[in-house]
Nanobody
Framework: EVQLQASGGGLVQAGGSLRLSCAASGFTFDDYAVGWWRQAPGKEREGVSCESSSGHNTYYADSVKGRFTLSRDNAKSTVYLQMNSLKSEDTAIYYC????????????????WGQGTLVTVSS
């Protein structure tokens, strides 16, 4: 059974940091591109960051560049999202996802999704 288990969300003050984790199981993690998406109340899903299966291609939304860092630990089948200098507009449910495509920035190309973890940034 394929599972993506996201964790690490919570309440943090503006300017603070959080690290999200997403543990994968049930598929060959090394062969999959991974990504983080978020959805705020009343807004569309937004791509935050994604990385190719090789790790050589990484995308960041303009809104998070310089503040967020995606990393993956293939030995642990886990992908992380380090979020620094958080802003109130970062408040959203964050989802991790995986795709058998080499690299994808379109959420429709992702086959597997985690359950989401809520990040709330207070100003």
């Amino acid at each position: 059974e394929v599972q993506l288990q996201a964790s690490g969300g919570g309440l943090v003050q503006a300017g603070g940091s959080l690290r999200l984790s997403c543990a994968a199981s049930g598929f060959t993690f090394d062969d999959y591109a991974v990504g983080w998406w978020r959805q705020a109340p009343g807004k569309e899903r937004e791509g935050v960051s994604c990385e190719s299966s090789s790790g050589h291609n990484t995308y960041y939304a303009d809104s998070v560049k310089g503040r967020f860092t995606l990393s993956r630990d293939n030995a642990k089948s886990t992908v992380y999202l380090q979020m620094n200098s958080l802003k109130s507009e970062d408040t959203a449910i964050y989802y991790c996802a995986a795709t058998s495509n080499f690299y994808a920035t379109n959420y429709q190309r992702y086959q597997y999704w985690g359950q989401g973890t809520l990040v709330t940034v207070s100003s």
